[in-house]
């Protein structure tokens, strides 16, 4: 009975389901390319009695990002469910059930995606071989090694095993009234919306300020300094959204209620966007910026450094690709947000204006803000000779043309949503 009614719950909140499952058969993929190129004979990296060199500690930041992705789509996915699991404690059902009906869905997500992720990446292996080859000058063979596949499936278990776990707990640790009382948006606003003009919260301000674009200045007078730079901006940013950048929205939202509502409308949405995935962008900033560190830094090896510039390339793919597949997971619950701006005047093509221009604020500033920090630091090492113009070009490529594709998938598949269903609704009243 359980095992039924959590493969119906999948059935019906297949969006939520998919783009998890999508984002554990990227992090697959890509856990288990990158052990075959780490471990390789040209790089050699072990575990046990193993050095700090770059290539290990490069394995272990990556591993630890993906695994972050993981974490976080697993948690957007179980709080999705809290609803459903209030009803069932209301209608009588343990803990133990309630547990059990979680853990189902989560273990069959996950075992479906490890055999696919696996599969996709040995088809991606020949393609991967003739990419290293190009950049690489030297005929690369990244070949399946069983070291390899052991360590990926130890890495993919223990992270199946956490992520249930954590399911788990959510079971036990929250009551049906807490669990029904959950907004919808899973936001809080009240920290955002509240004014305040002490001189302390102004200090605040400046200094999150600071924190978040003096960086930018200095990754360019010394590139080789972003690793520090880069967490002082992170600390920053954390501080800046909720305590300027919100407030500023909050202001403008204000002044468009009137004279411009659907770019009200779309500033309200893009809002609720960036505290929705608060988490996924400073993951992506970390990532850029890290990663970036190490490219520019890395000189001593070659396979090292082709190591590093596919780690790049490949984990700003990802953070894109994880980015969006949790914001399509909230667009397919606007349905009823929009049907409510339908009740008070607003039309198709006013629909399609507000999707337009919030999808556009949301990856516009993600891209932009990371860019800065990156073109400060690529411009910072072509001042000083130490990159040629094409290598910082194609750097930049591999921020820009990822989300620009998750840009145009996300506004094609939000625009199917919203503009479909009002079209449906119209008939159904007709």
Same mark, same amino acid.
């Given at each position: 009975m359980?095992i039924?009614?959590a493969?119906?719950s999948l059935?019906?909140k297949?969006?939520q389901?998919?783009f998890?499952w999508?984002?554990?058969?990227?992090c697959?993929?890509?856990?288990?390319?990158f052990?075959?190129?780490?471990?390789?004979d040209a790089?050699?990296?072990?575990?046990i009695?193993?050095k700090?060199?770059l290539?290990t500690n490069?394995?272990?930041?990556?591993i630890?990002f993906?695994?972050?992705?993981?974490f976080?789509a697993?948690?957007?996915f179980?709080?999705s469910?809290?609803?459903e699991l209030?009803?069932?404690?209301v209608?009588?059902?343990?803990?133990i059930?309630?547990a059990?009906?979680?853990?189902v869905?989560t273990?069959? $997500?996950?075992i479906l995606?490890?055999p696919? *992720?696996? %599969? /996709?990446?040995?088809?991606i &292996?020949?393609?991967l @071989?003739?990419? +290293?080859?190009?950049?690489?000058?030297?005929?690369?063979?990244?070949?399946?090694?069983?070291?390899?596949?052991f360590t990926?499936s130890?890495?993919?278990?223990?992270l199946i095993?956490w992520?249930?776990?954590?399911?788990?707990?959510l079971?036990?640790?929250?009551?049906?009234s807490?669990l029904l009382n959950?907004?919808?948006?899973k936001l809080?606003?009240?920290?955002f919306?509240k004014p305040s003009?002490s001189?302390?919260?102004?200090?605040l301000?400046i200094?999150?300020?600071?924190?978040v674009?003096?960086?930018i200045? $200095?990754m360019f007078?010394?590139?080789?300094? *972003?690793? %520090? /730079?880069?967490?002082l901006? &992170?600390?920053g940013? @954390?501080?800046? +959204?909720?305590?300027?950048f919100v407030?500023w929205?909050?202001?403008r939202i204000?002044?468009?209620?009137?004279?411009?509502?659907?770019n009200a409308?779309a500033l309200g949405?893009?809002?609720n966007?960036?505290?929705?995935?608060?988490?996924n962008i400073?993951?992506?900033?970390?990532n850029?910026?890290?990663l970036?560190?190490?490219?520019?830094?890395?000189?001593e090896?070659a396979m090292?450094?082709?190591?590093?510039?596919v780690?790049y390339?490949?984990?700003?793919?990802?953070?894109?690709?994880t980015?969006?597949f949790k914001y399509?997971?909230e667009?397919?619950d606007?349905?009823a947000?929009?049907?409510s701006?339908g009740q008070?005047?607003?039309?198709r093509?006013?629909?399609?204006?507000i999707?337009?221009r919030?999808?556009?604020l949301?990856?516009?500033?993600v891209?932009?803000?990371?860019?800065?920090?990156?073109l400060s630091m690529l411009?910072?090492?072509?001042r000083?000779?130490d990159?040629?113009?094409p290598a910082?070009?194609g750097?930049a490529a591999?921020?820009?043309?990822?989300?620009l594709?998750?840009w145009?998938?996300?506004?094609l598949?939000y625009r199917r949503t919203?503009?479909s269903?009002s079209?449906q609704?119209r008939?159904h009243?007709?």
């Amino acid at each position: 009975m359980i095992i039924a009614d959590a493969l119906r719950s999948l059935r019906q909140k297949f969006s939520q389901a998919f783009f998890f499952w999508l984002t554990f058969i990227l992090c697959t993929i890509f856990i288990f390319l990158f052990f075959n190129i780490s471990m390789s004979d040209a790089i050699g990296v072990v575990f046990i009695d193993s050095k700090a060199d770059l290539a290990t500690n490069l394995t272990i930041l990556v591993i630890a990002f993906c695994s972050i992705n993981i974490f976080f789509a697993n948690d957007f996915f179980a709080r999705s469910k809290t609803r459903e699991l209030a009803v069932r404690i209301v209608s009588g059902a343990t803990y133990i059930q309630l547990a059990f009906y979680l853990l189902v869905q989560t273990f069959i $997500l996950l075992i479906l995606a490890v055999p696919a *992720g696996i %599969f /996709l990446a040995v088809c991606i &292996l020949p393609l991967l @071989n003739t990419l +290293l080859t190009q950049i690489s000058g030297t005929a690369a063979a990244i070949t399946i090694r069983m070291d390899a596949v052991f360590t990926t499936s130890i890495v993919l278990l223990f992270l199946i095993f956490w992520t249930t776990l954590l399911n788990m707990s959510l079971a036990y640790k929250n009551s049906a009234s807490a669990l029904l009382n959950e907004r919808r948006m899973k936001l809080q606003f009240d920290s955002f919306i509240k004014p305040s003009f002490s001189f302390s919260n102004k200090v605040l301000r400046i200094l999150y300020s600071v924190m978040v674009f003096a960086p930018i200045v $200095l990754m360019f007078i010394n590139p080789y300094t *972003g690793l %520090f /730079l880069s967490i002082l901006a &992170l600390i920053g940013f @954390n501080g800046f +959204l909720p305590k300027v950048f919100v407030p500023w929205l909050n202001d403008r939202i204000r002044t468009h209620s009137l004279s411009d509502p659907d770019n009200a409308a779309a500033l309200g949405f893009y809002r609720n966007d960036l505290q929705i995935l608060k988490n996924n962008i400073l993951l992506y900033y970390v990532n850029s910026v890290f990663l970036l560190t190490l490219v520019i830094g890395s000189h001593e090896n070659a396979m090292e450094t082709m190591m590093v510039f596919v780690s790049y390339a490949f984990m700003n793919i990802l953070q894109s690709l994880t980015m969006m597949f949790k914001y399509s997971s909230e667009i397919s619950d606007r349905t009823a947000y929009y049907a409510s701006l339908g009740q008070i005047g607003y039309i198709r093509k006013n629909f399609s204006r507000i999707i337009f221009r919030e999808v556009t604020l949301l990856y516009g500033s993600v891209m932009g803000l990371a860019l800065l920090y990156d073109l400060s630091m690529l411009g910072g090492t072509l001042r000083l000779g130490d990159m040629s113009i094409p290598a910082a070009a194609g750097l930049a490529a591999c921020v820009i043309v990822p989300v620009l594709i998750c840009w145009a998938i996300s506004l094609l598949h939000y625009r199917r949503t919203i503009l479909s269903g009002s079209q449906q609704r119209r008939r159904h009243v007709y």
